[in-house]
């Protein structure tokens, strides 16, 4: 029989759900990752290594015989977020990652994202890994240039998981360039 692993790798959390292929819940396990990191104010980040080593502590509540038998992994989890990384990428080598710029991020003031062009009209916000990606590059490009490679943290995830050349994803949906202007 075979089951369907889900991750979610949340703000706070970490979730994991195991279901058979008729989407009947086998188990799920949920830990708090407290990942953040101390930074200047009002930047808000976490730490990449200390949520895959809670992540990978959380597989230990599931059952070998089952997990040995998903053939199906989906990953969800912060959309707004982005973390940088380099092709020769190691969760123990820090150098070869970033932390992980979390959508609660307020580096960018709201003269800074006004002055970003918008082809659609709309606005940016403060976090999303677009505004947070142009930040970087203007004011930390010593930081910004030394990766390969940028994306969420299921990005991120999956591409390490997979052994993966690059990332396929709609930037325009995970940069929040696409995001309503309502309530940012």
């Given at each position: 029989m075979g089951y369907v692993l889900?991750?979610?790798?949340?703000?706070?959390?970490?979730?994991?759900?195991?279901?058979?292929?008729?989407?009947?819940?086998?188990?799920?396990f949920s830990k708090r990752h407290n990942a953040y990191v101390e930074v200047a104010s009002p930047k808000c980040e976490m730490d990449v290594q200390k949520i895959w080593k809670h992540l990978i502590e959380c597989f230990d509540f599931f059952n070998f015989d089952v997990l040995n038998n998903v053939h199906t992994i989906a990953f969800t989890g912060q959309m707004h977020g982005v973390v940088q990384w380099s092709k020769n990428f190691s969760f123990d080598n820090r150098s070869t990652y970033s932390t992980l710029v979390t959508w609660e991020d307020g580096r960018c003031t709201k003269a800074f994202l006004r002055s970003i062009p918008m082809d659609d009209g709309r606005n940016l916000c403060s976090g999303y890994g677009f505004s947070t990606l142009i930040h970087k590059y203007q004011f930390d490009f010593e930081e910004f240039g030394k990766f390969d490679?940028?994306?969420?943290?299921?990005?991120?995830?999956?591409?390490?998981?997979?052994?993966?050349?690059?990332?396929?994803?709609?930037?325009?949906?995970?940069?929040?360039?696409y995001q309503s202007a309502a309530g940012c």
């Amino acid at each position: 029989m075979g089951y369907v692993l889900a991750i979610d790798v949340g703000t706070t959390n970490l979730k994991i759900s195991i279901t058979d292929m008729n989407q009947q819940l086998v188990s799920s396990f949920s830990k708090r990752h407290n990942a953040y990191v101390e930074v200047a104010s009002p930047k808000c980040e976490m730490d990449v290594q200390k949520i895959w080593k809670h992540l990978i502590e959380c597989f230990d509540f599931f059952n070998f015989d089952v997990l040995n038998n998903v053939h199906t992994i989906a990953f969800t989890g912060q959309m707004h977020g982005v973390v940088q990384w380099s092709k020769n990428f190691s969760f123990d080598n820090r150098s070869t990652y970033s932390t992980l710029v979390t959508w609660e991020d307020g580096r960018c003031t709201k003269a800074f994202l006004r002055s970003i062009p918008m082809d659609d009209g709309r606005n940016l916000c403060s976090g999303y890994g677009f505004s947070t990606l142009i930040h970087k590059y203007q004011f930390d490009f010593e930081e910004f240039g030394k990766f390969d490679y940028c994306g969420t943290i299921m990005d991120l995830f999956v591409w390490y998981l997979g052994k993966l050349d690059c990332v396929m994803c709609n930037c325009r949906v995970w940069t929040g360039k696409y995001q309503s202007a309502a309530g940012c």
